[in-house]
């Protein structure tokens, strides 16, 4: 009888090890999903970091040339005025 116990209770603790197993795997998938999930994020906040540079150099680079068209149009208007000065009456 004692042998018959202690069979029962090695069964039920086989029973409850193979729960635990289960749940590990199904906690392993999870954080698996959620580890690609995570590096999918990673990837576009990447792509997106590198785009919001890339248009931040484009601006720097317009910016330049419209500085240098100011510094243009205002030498062409100086040039102007002294044409102009020439035909006073």
Known sequence: EGTVVLARQAEQALVEINQSIGTIEQMSQQISAAAEQQSAV????????????DIADQSASATEQSAASTVELARLGSDLQSMVARFKI
């Open 42 to 53: 990673t990837e576009e906040i990447n792509r997106s970091v590198l785009s919001v540079r």
